[in-house]
């Protein structure tokens, strides 16, 4: 356990890391929920375009 974060906050990243399968490290949950926080609020872009509806049909059915 680090002494940089409150207790409260170690204890979350462990259940993150338990939540998430093939999420082995602190350092991985920690880019992760950072990663999310970002991109969620706009300091990261989106990594997925997607296709927009109107140009799904059966051709791109995966």
């Given at each position: 356990?680090?002494?940089?974060?409150?207790?409260?906050?170690?204890?979350?990243?462990?259940?993150f890391?338990?939540?998430?399968?093939?999420?082995?490290?602190r350092?991985?949950a920690?880019?992760?929920?950072?990663?999310?926080?970002?991109?969620?609020?706009?300091?990261?872009?989106?990594?997925?375009?997607?296709?927009r509806?109107?140009?799904?049909?059966?051709?791109?059915?995966?």
């Amino acid at each position: 356990m680090s002494d940089i974060y409150d207790p409260r906050i170690e204890q979350a990243i462990q259940s993150f890391i338990s939540d998430h399968p093939g999420m082995h490290t602190r350092d991985e949950a920690i880019s992760a929920i950072l990663i999310n926080w970002f991109t969620s609020h706009g300091y990261l872009p989106h990594d997925q375009e997607g296709t927009r509806p109107e140009n799904l049909d059966a051709s791109n059915d995966d």
